[in-house]
């Protein structure tokens, strides 16, 4: 006969009259008061806690949960968004101004470079900026979904 106690997942699966049980097990049951007591103890939690009602609650949980992951509407015009699009028309605004006044130069400048270097040069100036743009673009899309579910 075992003279240990048996441990609390041994005495549950004796309770639950799990099918898996071992003779020893059994046998130490028979003649242990104290594994019998926590035995019916154990029983009568399990008994207990199947006659309970299933919880419920008086709302339905699937719409509220649902609500908080939709994304929060966005309002029209946000004061950032008016200082980015005012950044935006001042630094147009310069560019502008700067070609106005200086596009003497640039024609000239353009003028006595080689046809190649001026194509070189305006198409890696095109792609490097359209690839920043985008890079920038989808930068700012993760940090605002970011934003958006917290």
């Not at 103890?41 to 008086?58: C, H, M, V």
């Not at 935006?88 to 190649?116: D, Q």
């Amino acid at each position: 006969m075992n003279t240990k106690h048996l441990t609390d997942d041994e005495l549950q699966q004796y309770a639950l009259n799990s099918p898996d049980r071992d003779a020893a097990i059994a046998e130490h049951v028979h003649f242990c008061e104290e594994c019998k007591a926590a035995i019916e103890t154990y029983r009568l939690l399990f008994t207990g806690i199947s006659e309970q009602d299933i919880p419920a609650f008086d709302f339905d949980l699937s719409e509220v949960v649902v609500k908080q992951l939709q994304p929060s509407p966005k309002t029209k015009l946000l004061p950032e968004d008016f200082f980015m699009y005012l950044f935006a028309f001042v630094m147009i605004i310069i560019t502008g101004t700067m070609f106005y006044f200086f596009k003497g130069y640039m024609i000239e400048l353009f003028n006595s470079a080689g046809n190649f270097a001026v194509y070189l040069t305006v198409a890696s100036v095109v792609v490097l900026l359209i690839f920043l743009c985008i890079d920038l673009y989808k930068t700012h899309q993760q940090k605002m979904k970011a934003i958006d579910f917290y």
